[in-house]
């Protein structure tokens, strides 16, 4: 009986291990997508006039749009992001450099998670005001499990940067 239940953990143990790897694949290149797909929209007119809203209203950013046109921020915006994406996924190769995808990534999404707080209409008066959203509020309410993503890639790639350069400081043992 003793050995069927080791193998039994020894299965849980792999299964939960498969598991683990799977969900940060999918966290990390599932961030990738998501902050890709968004940076690549902000060089649509459509959407750099969509985040009108949020950034005008903004104590933070407001004042970008005194400084340059809508379709320049939103740009430069998208830049950022798909330069994000790119940093977050080379982590397998470069896991210092994926450090700082996760770094603009934390900026990106404490950034509009601010939105929350700023921006008009964000809670439904049909609903009864806040906690009650409307679709901006929904909207902006699922950066705060992607700044948690963000953060978890960071601490993941220090992880991977660490182990690196503990395998780069052990001397190679005599043939």
Do not use: C
């Not at 994000?84 to 998670?113: N, Q, Y």
């Not at 409307?134 to 993941?156: C, M, N, Q, R």
């Amino acid at each position: 009986m003793t050995i069927s239940r080791t193998h039994l953990s020894i299965g849980r143990l792999a299964t939960a291990s498969r598991i683990d790897g799977l969900a940060a694949l999918l966290s990390r290149y599932g961030l990738v997508v998501v902050i890709g797909w968004i940076g690549a929209l902000k060089f649509a007119d459509f959407e750099a006039y969509q985040i009108v809203p949020l950034v005008a209203n903004s104590p933070f950013m407001g004042w970008l749009y005194h400084v340059m046109p809508v379709y320049t921020f939103s740009a430069l915006l998208g830049v950022l992001e798909l330069t994000a994406a790119v940093l977050l996924a080379v982590k397998p190769i470069a896991p210092r450099v994926s450090m700082v995808g996760s770094l603009i990534a934390v900026l990106l999404f404490v950034s509009t998670i601010s939105f929350l707080f700023t921006t008009p209409g964000v809670s439904e008066p049909a609903g009864g005001g806040f906690p009650a959203l409307s679709l901006t509020g929904e909207f902006l309410l699922k950066d705060i499990p992607l700044l948690g993503l963000s953060l978890w890639t960071l601490v993941d790639a220090a992880r991977a940067a660490s182990r690196r350069d503990v395998g780069a400081a052990t001397p190679a043992s005599p043939r």
